[in-house]
């Protein structure tokens, strides 16, 4: 029986994955946390909460109700009577960045108020 032996280009290989999990790891635990959520429909802003304080918004002029929960520092939106729900089950947010979309609103939460880990978000 032949034995292969580990070549250097796989030992190389093997400490860049161990060395970018590291890095996933030590970062990403370390996002920054929002200060507000900024509630826009059809591209208008039209609430500014803080997430320093818990409580329940309804944003007015929605064509869909939408209850929005803030607890402990995070957002979301808990109730929609939309037909998909697709911003309900997304849950809550509070990394600078996140962003919840309710498309049959056209209304969209942003986290903003600090930095962001990431220059661009696509």
Do not use: W
């Given at each position: 029986m032949?034995?292969?032996?580990i ?18 790891l030590?970062?990403?635990s370390?996002r920054?946390?929002?200060?507000n ?5 059809d591209?208008?802003i039209?609430?500014?909460i803080p997430?320093?304080e ?5 944003p ?7 209850t929005l929960t803030v607890?402990g520092g ?6 929609s009577e939309?037909?998909?729900?697709i911003?309900v089950?997304?849950g809550y947010?509070g990394?600078v ?5 309710c ?6 939460v942003?986290i ?11």
């Open positions: 032949e034995r292969k032996l070549s250097k280009r796989d030992i190389i290989f093997i400490l860049l994955i161990l060395v970018a999990s590291a890095a996933a030590i970062y990403g370390t920054e946390t929002g200060k959520a900024v509630i826009r429909s591209g208008d039209i609430m500014d997430l320093s818990d409580g329940v918004y309804y007015v002029g929605m064509e869909y109700p939408v607890s995070k957002i979301a939106v808990t109730e939309c037909t998909t729900k911003c089950h997304t947010i990394a960045g996140e962003m919840i979309v498309l049959p609103n056209k209304m969209t942003e903003v108020g600090g930095e962001s880990e990431y220059d661009l978000i696509i």
